[in-house]
């Protein structure tokens, strides 16, 4: 026959502190991230993508460029826009980013047609088409007037 081991009352306490201190632990690790995205000019970024980088889901920022989203700490989060650097900075409680433009993808010189892309200047100039000679005829392209 086993001898039956009696725990002592400071002993059950001790073992249900440590318990209490490893769940609470576990459960901080999670912050609440709250932003703010601005531009080059100090004006707010309406719309930019916040994710944590290798996580799925994410947010957007609102009309005042502010965001919220639930983090573990010394998470990356990823900040991005069109037109517009990536940023990626580490998970804190406030963060206040600034985006930079991309040179690299202007969209100044882009305009945008019915089935695809041209560029700006192939668009930007002035037909004029002459009057017909015989109003029954039309022009076939703007060459041939």
Same mark, same amino acid.
């Given at each position: ?30 912050? *609440?991230? @709250?932003?703010?995205?601005? !531009? ?5 970024? =309406? %719309?930019?993508?916040?994710?944590? &980088?290798? /996580? ?11 965001? *919220?989203? @639930?983090?573990?700490?010394? !998470? ?5 826009? =069109? %037109?517009?650097?990536?940023?990626? &900075?580490? /998970? ?54």
């Amino acid at each position: 026959m086993m001898k039956q081991v009696k725990f002592k009352l400071p002993l059950r306490i001790f073992t249900l502190l440590c318990g209490m201190i490893l769940t609470a632990s576990a459960f901080a690790q999670q912050i *609440t991230v @709250n932003g703010h995205v601005k !531009d080059a000019t100090g004006e707010a970024v =309406i %719309g930019a993508t916040i994710r944590v &980088v290798g /996580a799925s889901g994410g947010t957007i920022t609102d009309f005042d460029g502010n965001f *919220t989203l @639930n983090a573990n700490r010394g !998470d990356k989060i990823s900040i991005s826009y =069109i %037109g517009y650097e990536e940023a990626i &900075v580490d /998970a804190a409680p406030n963060l206040n980013v600034l985006l930079k433009e991309d040179v690299a993808q202007s969209l100044n010189e882009v305009v945008v047609i019915g089935y695809g892309v041209a560029k700006k200047k192939t668009y930007s100039s002035i037909c004029r088409l002459k009057p017909l000679s015989k109003p029954d005829k039309y022009c076939r392209s703007a060459q041939s007037s």
